[in-house]
């Protein structure tokens, strides 16, 4: 057994014990549960301790994805590492279609020529998701609002330096 598999094991553990681990981005923290097996918790953490590394990667890869979740619907651009350039040639639009337990997400992308749009999985630190500013001022609601690629988003852009 490998130190990740090792990790993921004490994690499971942990949460049967009562101990909820959560990552903020930076910071691991071990939330842990009145149980009355305080003692048996505190084992746990000094185990956890020991592959701080691996937890804290673990822990973090399942709040990106639980937080990607409420991303779904939104638009997203990513490059696409053929012919990226500044004025948006290489530039990928698209919109979050699910999230999986650790940090990829499906995007749904319209290419020029195909039928219907294509799925591909990307890791959430290689996209920049767009939201429009009405949306964020109504961010009250839960379920975010569902967009469709925008052909020509980057057709626009192309356009601009050619004026």
Do not use: W
Request: with cysteine.
């Amino acid at each position: 057994m490998d130190r990740t598999e090792k990790a993921n094991a004490l994690i499971e553990r942990a949460e049967k014990l009562g101990i909820r681990l959560e990552c903020d981005g930076v910071f691991l923290v071990a939330n842990q549960a009145p149980t009355g097996e305080r003692e048996r918790q505190d084992e746990i953490i000094a185990a956890l301790t020991l592959y701080l590394r691996e937890v804290h990667f673990l822990v973090k890869r399942r709040s990106l994805a639980a937080h990607a979740k409420a991303f779904l619907g939104l638009r997203v651009c990513f490059p696409d590492g053929f012919t990226l350039s500044e004025r948006g040639e290489g530039v990928i639009s698209g919109v979050i279609v699910g999230a999986s337990h650790d940090d990829l997400v499906d995007v749904s992308i319209e290419k020029e020529g195909s039928p219907r749009p294509q799925v591909t999985t990307a890791k959430v630190e290689n996209l920049l998701f767009i939201r429009d500013e009405e949306e964020a001022a109504s961010a009250h609601n839960d379920e975010p609002k569902s967009e469709q690629p925008r052909r020509g988003f980057f057709d626009r852009l192309r356009g601009s330096r050619e004026e």
